[in-house]
């Protein structure tokens, strides 16, 4: 089974760098996937990470490390638009996902 | 783009009735998730399916059933409904191949049991 843990909420003001942590126990790693989620709306992907280290796109940077059982999700220049919850899953095996909590994020002015 | 379509944005049924919530996904993509999401539990898998006809029980699949007929429909079905079952549910799905792949999500249907 997979264990994922995120903090609940955290708050930052806009063109700030804002970096949200996950850490996760799993017995079968295959990835690792961070969403978005606005309030109200569907979860729409953002990025996966397998190998360690960074993978930057954009304004977003998405960081794993295996060994520590670690990710955290980078978000620079922060935009009003960019308030919501980030989701932390983790890929056990070809196709199941376990997802953490979720971290509200809330960008004020 | 990937759309994944469920039938109903909101919806409030009685306790004891059988509720059906849809979702087609326009993809060809060959698996199919039902999760449920609740406040401070985060999204949790009730049922998944890998091609027709096939389904897999997820972490919480007491009080539901699915229904995988065709390949873009994948149905989730809660036999006798239960205050407890009021949730946000979300569908998704996915194609089968390259690990980097993303599940994709509909728009959710909040349900609520009286």
């Known amino acids: 089974g997979q264990n994922i843990d995120q903090p609940t909420e955290m708050t930052a003001t806009e063109g700030a760098i804002v970096q949200i942590n996950c850490t996760y126990q799993t017995s079968g790693f295959n990835g690792l996937f961070w969403y978005q989620q606005h309030a109200g709306e569907a979860p729409t992907f953002l990025s996966y990470?397998?190998?360690?280290g960074l993978e930057e796109k954009g304004r977003f940077s998405s960081f794993l490390s295996r060994s520590k059982g670690y990710s955290y999700l980078l978000l620079k220049e922060l935009q009003m638009k960019d308030s919501a919850s980030y989701l932390c899953a983790t890929r056990e095996g070809n196709n199941r996902l376990a997802f953490g909590k979720g971290n509200q994020v809330v960008v004020i002015p | 783009d990937v759309k994944v379509t469920q039938s109903s944005r909101y919806l409030v049924k009685r306790t004891g009735e059988k509720v059906f919530l849809e979702c087609v996904q326009d993809m060809d993509h060959e698996n199919m998730f039902w999760y449920r999401q609740d406040p401070g539990l985060g999204l949790r898998l009730i049922y998944f399916s890998y091609d027709v006809k096939m389904k897999e029980k997820g972490d919480i699949p007491e009080g539901y059933s699915v229904s995988r007929e065709k390949k873009e429909r994948f149905s989730l079905i809660l036999e006798s409904a239960s205050t407890n079952q009021t949730s946000m549910y979300l569908c998704a799905s996915r194609a089968t191949g390259r690990r980097d792949q993303p599940q994709h999500f509909g728009d959710g249907t909040r349900l609520s049991i009286l």
């Open positions: 990470n397998v190998l360690d």
